[in-house]
């Protein structure tokens, strides 16, 4: 995939750095990507081209949509990334009447403008970093929640080494941030009003102010440097930007900062204070760790701009900070998996993904759910059956109307680009086949074969359970399933086989270990079996909930396929994709409705879902 990242900034911010370990994450998986922005300071893998993104005259906003259109084109790129609100306003410009997505992802509070409700500028999907920002972009912005997916930044912990080699003497508290905006506003009121009187308390402590350029600091903060290090022997130090951040955070004792700060000093396991945009959270600790997450370290509050800080208690919990009073959080591990870089750029690549083929086919995909194909009817209340003759006219229309049937493997090719686009079927069909019946190996197969469909079969993975126990037990109708040796022709014959489950349990009623093993072994065990990988999962009697889809995509599953309940398109919801229930007199007028783009939300409407 060609993935072009376009950021708007003239120095340092949370955003270049997250920006860049994603781009480098996908340079190495062998993608190409490519950046564009005012500057770059942050080095990269990826390739840099500057362009002034954030000068927003509007002269300069034409030149850069006309730079972006040109370099988009030339370059065949499949997916735009904006990372700030002038990023994405041109990228969606520069996007207008293209197939290629526009992602943004917002790293703090959104100022409302006139365009954000005329144009969708933001793109497809919207990456917010924390859960505060997806409130505030959902209440304030009144952007789609549906768009919006919530994830951290990433951190690419395998460079970071431990603390223990490098020591220092006396105590040093370092703030760490940018010295422009809000946090430079921040800062200032520390200066003022905090560090005076921890510097007159103890005088073995220095102070390091980390982050931009000191002159970008408000004039109050200037002269409070001046000022303070007049009164107390020059121990506060102005260092500025630096490279080598790790090293500087474990110089100190104690950190203030938020965001990628606070990630990266928590997981080198220095004691930090939350001290952000937004808030201040104080000494972040087991207490605090959840709040503290949803503000990405105090950038971010759901309902306003700023919270005024208490300052007279946090130079209280300072003090007792150096005095000895307070322990380490000890929060390293949980760091390391939430912001783990690895998992951050796999789930930015599938928004990437998933939106790729958004655009290239939104259209409708019919996802159609069939179970016994018998010669004559059966008596059964639950009426999971078509007749071989009613299925062969189901057949005959889909032939007529030009439906060309697909697998989720095929899909997942196309959306994974081993596959162009370019042949994705013009009318896409996917038919699906629950429980393994032995009339889907006696009349199924035959006739998919001779009409020149394949399907999707979902099997059970106890091979032992030969017949519908669930059903048959309780007084339904009994039906045999097939053997090993006619579950693979279907293999064989070009179909996908799917999961569903061991014994056909209802995974909802089950708890964590039970539901996992449920899924996981029979992936496991079909796979061995039937000598093909599993990507898709249908959940047995279609029940599933958000704790059952997570089990699913823990498995290593690609696809979770209910029954009546899901989304409108396939890329809404992969873990809980609608399936149309079949039923036995339905004919071709039926089909041809359930087939239609508008059923699933007709379907809805009518049950009041």
Known sequence: MRIL??????????????????????????????????????????????????????????????????FIKEQQIDVVHAHSRAASWVSYFALLGTNVPLISTVH???????????FDVYGYRVIAVCRNLHTHLINEVKMNGEKIAVIPNGFDFSRLKTCASLQHDGKVLSVIGRTTGPKGERTTELLQNVLPSLLGTFPELAINIIGGDIKKLPPAGIS????????????????????????????????????????????????????????????????????????????????????????????????LFFEGKTGRPGLRSQIARIFDISTVARDVMDIYLSARMNKYHPKHIPVLMYHKIPDAPIETRHRTFITRENFEG?????????????????????????????????????????????????????MMKRYGFRGVIFLLGDPSIRYNFWDADSGEHRDELMNTEQKKEFVESGWEIGAHSMTHANLTTLDDEKAYYEIAQSKADLEKDMGTEIVSFAYPTGYCDERIKELVKKAGIRFGVATDSGGMHLEDDLFQIFRVNIFPDDNAGNMYKKTLSWYRGYYKRKRGM
């Open 394 to 446: 189901h057949l005959s229309f889909f032939k007529k109307r030009g439906f060309e049937s697909m697998t989720f493997k095929d899909y997942l090719s196309f959306r994974n680009c081993e596959t162009s686009l370019t042949a994705f079927p013009k009318r896409p069909l996917i038919l699906t086949f629950d429980d393994g019946y032995l009339d889907n190996y006696t009349n199924l197969l035959p």
């Open 108 to 118: 703090g509070r959104q100022h409302l403008h006139t365009s954000t409700s005329l």
């Open 224 to 319: 409070s440097i001046d000022k303070l290090n007049r009164e107390f022997d020059n121990r506060v130090r102005v260092i500025g930007f630096v490279s080598d951040l790790p090293d500087w955070i474990c110089k100190s004792d104690l950190v203030i900062g938020s965001g990628r700060v606070a990630i990266e000093s928590l997981f080198l396991e220095i004691p930090t204070v939350a001290l952000g945009e937004g808030c201040c959270h104080g000494l972040v600790n087991d207490a605090n760790f959840d709040e503290v997450l949803s503000s990405n370290f105090g950038d971010i509050l759901a309902g306003k701009e700023r919270a005024d800080i208490d300052l007279e208690g946090l130079t209280g919990q300072l003090k």
């Open 5 to 70: 990242h376009v950021l708007s900034q003239l120095q340092v911010t949370g955003a270049e750095t997250y920006a860049v370990s994603i781009a480098d994450m996908h340079v190495d998986e062998g993608h190409e990507v490519f950046v564009v922005s005012d500057t770059l300071l942050t080095p990269t893998r990826a390739r840099y081209i500057p362009q002034s993104i954030g000068d927003r005259r509007y002269l300069q906003r034409l030149r850069n949509i006309t730079f972006l259109k040109k």
